[in-house]
């Protein structure tokens, strides 16, 4: 074969490489903004003297007495309905960030309420915060499909997570659930999809505080 003719071959396969990798490259970004995709929440960080341990269970938790106060949490919920969480004072308040879109959100999402059935009779309230949705119809086929029960306030932009300050155990991913002591404080934060005994493990210890 001449050498004038191995020069488009060589030619051909380069651009056939280059156009693989080219491929391989997009492939991979896509792959990366799937798994990223439920964790892109509030846009608040944390920072500075935080007090909080965050265990190997991957659950941060707060000594009573250390604890930063939680904002108070309000607006319309996908029902429609008006709803504060200053009217829970006095009460363990687990507050779970999701949206409909969310894989990790639809895992967890009947284990927060089988929790959820078992403690309120003990005085623990939840409330659910539903964020990037772009109206309330999937938030609520979401919350038909699983059986959930307990509200949530529509915030489809993110603007109630932003409430929680700097540095203190904020709501950073989608999904994240915190759980509030009776005094109003931030206990325990998760930044994952959380079984029934992990959640658990938030709930109780707060609920067993005197």
Not at 29 to 48: H, P, Q, Y
Not at 76 to 89: C, N, P, V
Request: charged share 25%.
């Amino acid at each position: 074969m001449s050498a004038a003719h191995r020069a488009p071959q060589r030619s051909y396969r380069s651009r056939r490489t280059r156009s693989r990798a080219v491929l391989l490259a997009a492939a991979t970004a896509a792959g990366t903004l799937i798994l990223s995709a439920c964790s892109s929440g509030g846009t608040s960080g944390g920072g500075g003297d935080t007090n909080f341990i965050t265990g190997d269970n991957g659950i941060a938790t707060v000594a009573k007495g250390k604890r930063n106060a939680a904002p108070e949490l309000s607006g319309e919920t996908i029902d429609g309905k008006q709803l504060s969480t200053a009217d829970y004072k006095g009460k363990v308040l687990v507050v779970n960030v999701w949206g409909s879109w969310c894989g990790p959100c639809r895992a967890e999402a009947k284990n927060l309420e089988k929790v959820y059935q078992d403690t309120k009779g003990q005085g623990v309230r939840f409330v659910g915060i539903n964020t990037r949705d772009t109206s309330t119809t999937p938030a609520r086929a979401f919350e038909k499909s699983y059986g959930v029960t307990y509200p949530s306030l529509y915030d489809p932009t993110g603007k109630l997570m932003l409430r929680f300050r700097k540095g203190t155990l904020n709501p950073q991913l989608i999904p994240s659930t915190l759980v509030i002591d009776r005094e109003g404080n931030i206990a325990a934060r998760a930044l994952q999809a959380l079984s029934e005994e992990k959640l658990r493990g938030m709930v109780e210890p707060v609920l067993a505080e005197k």
